[in-house]
């Protein structure tokens, strides 16, 4: 289908961008577009005025720092792949991002714009809470930085209302002695998960595991960080439970089934995507922890 | 209000080479303003929702599905379509792009409707690489995998893809 007729604005800086939000009844901010547009065409959403972002200047950096990673709402997710500072800062984000859709649609994407949509079968918005990222908010009344905890409200929902434009994303470094890993089981590989699963492992100074952090894709209506080190708490990284881990997961977890899934197989992707991922993770771990 | 706010909007889109005016609903997708306003009907329009990947253009040099744009959002970009893969001849016929040179002779293509979004894919994903770097099957998954194609199957797209790619290679 077509989209339902609305009106167009492409505001040449964000002051612009705010002013036509703040005007115009029915608003919608329009970045990479490539899930808005789908929406859009399946007539699942009708906004009266789209503001079309792409216009702006200075919204298509990538900071990276000894800190964390700051994303601006124009990179697309092609570049954020491809960008061996951000990936040696917060290895997460290269792993997952390539696991975003397909080549052509990271060409256009934005990271941004994918957890501003806040679906829970996008990979980036489980990766700002695995990593305790925030994203930072232009309003009339200023720029406030929201917390992940603070955003997702439900499928498609996030807390922010009135006129506002995301306008970066930023992601905590990898700590000291920690793996990440990611990994994904979808129907054609690009294609929304039926699962996925991001972990980050934390040993201590004597190679023991000190704390386990799984969250998921596809799981849940909004992102969750699932605590699992009780599982292995202590144990050598070489010697470490990880099924344990994997089978603590599928019992916190309360995935919805739907054509492709039941609940209670995503239980079990769970699982096996925990126990794998964690494995990876902790080799990486103990790499980065050294003998 | 500074910022114009527009239902309908006259757009300039250098298409293959040549510099396109049209005059469209803001609501148009740039699939449909190629082919409809453009008169450009190389470009297929399969699923309409970013799925099926026939739409495939390039824009500004990165391959993008055309039905996941606006034809706004394209005005004053360089958009190649399908009609411009073939090169000019010096006896005025038409010389096949290598990507379709190898559709051709790899049997890449049945009824061809997910042909155009194909060969643009592949075409933009080859250009965008490094040609002496050995192509890998990984690499040639990811760059089809975004496309459906419902009749050849994939083996002979696969083929076709390592043939343009050492032709493109040779050619260089």
Same mark, same amino acid.
């Given at each position: 289908m077509k989209p339902a007729p609305f009106r167009y604005a492409d505001p040449r800086s964000l002051a612009e961008a705010l002013e036509v939000l703040a005007t115009e009844e029915g608003a919608k901010v329009l970045a990479g577009g490539q899930s808005l547009l789908p929406l859009l065409s399946m007539r699942l959403a009708a906004p009266a005025t789209l503001v079309d972002?792409?216009? *702006? !200047?200075?919204? +298509?950096r990538i900071e990276a720092t000894g800190d964390g990673v700051r994303v601006g709402a124009l990179v697309r997710h092609v570049r954020l792949l491809e960008d061996v500072v951000a990936a040696r800062v917060q290895p997460l984000l290269a792993r997952a991002t390539a696991n975003v859709a397909h080549p052509a649609i990271r060409n256009r994407g934005t990271t941004v714009g994918s957890i501003a949509h806040a +679906? !829970?079968?996008?990979?980036m918005t489980s990766v700002l809470a695995l990593t305790g990222g925030s994203v930072e908010v232009a309003t009339p009344a200023g720029v406030a930085t929201v917390g992940w905890e603070d955003l997702f409200v439900g499928p498609l929902e996030t807390s922010l209302h009135g006129p506002? *434009? *995301?306008?970066a994303a930023s992601f905590p470094a990898l700590p000291d002695r920690s793996g990440t890993a990611f990994a994904e089981i979808a129907r054609?590989?690009? #294609?929304?998960?039926?699962c996925g699963a991001g972990v980050v492992v934390t040993l201590d100074a004597d190679r023991r595991v000190e704390r386990v952090r799984a969250a998921y894709v596809s799981v849940g209506l909004v992102p969750a960080v699932h605590d699992?080190? #009780?599982? *292995?708490?202590?144990?050598?990284v070489e010697k470490a439970d990880w099924a344990a881990a994997g089978a603590l997961a599928r019992t916190l977890v309360d995935p919805d089934g739907d054509l492709h899934a039941s609940a209670d197989y995503r239980r079990l992707l769970v699982g096996v995507l925990t126990e794998r991922t964690l494995a990876r993770a902790a080799a990486e771990a103990a790499e980065r922890t050294g003998a | 209000m500074t910022v114009p706010v527009d239902t309908e909007r006259t757009i300039t889109i250098t298409v293959n080479g040549v510099p396109r005016r049209a005059t469209v609903p =803001?609501?148009?997708l740039l699939s449909d303003a190629l082919r409809?306003?453009? @008169?450009?009907? @190389?470009?297929h329009v399969g699923c309409?929702? @970013?799925?099926?990947?026939?739409?495939t253009v390039v824009v500004d040099g990165a391959a993008v599905r055309? &039905?996941? =744009?606006l034809a706004v959002q394209a005005d004053g970009a360089a958009v190649e379509t399908v009609e411009g893969l073939a090169r000019e001849d010096s006896g005025g016929g038409q010389v096949l792009h290598p990507v379709q040179e190898a559709f051709r002779e790899c049997h890449a293509?049945?009824? @061809?409707? &997910?042909t155009p979004g194909f060969l643009m894919t592949i075409t933009a994903g080859l250009e965008a690489r490094d040609p002496s770097a050995e192509l890998t099957e990984e690499e040639v998954d990811e760059l089809v995998g975004g496309n459906l194609c419902r009749?050849?199957?994939y083996a002979n797209i696969r083929k076709a893809v390592h043939d343009a790619a050492a032709a493109m290679r040779d050619g260089a």
């Open positions: 972002i792409n216009r *702006v !200047p200075g919204l +298509d +679906d !829970p079968s996008g990979e506002a *434009v *995301v306008t054609r590989k690009g #294609d929304y998960a039926v699992l080190t #009780d599982a *292995v708490a202590g144990q050598p | =803001v609501r148009r409809h306003d453009l @008169g450009l009907t @190389g470009t309409e929702h @970013g799925v099926c990947g026939a739409c055309s &039905c996941l =744009v293509l049945q009824c @061809g409707f &997910c009749c050849t199957g």
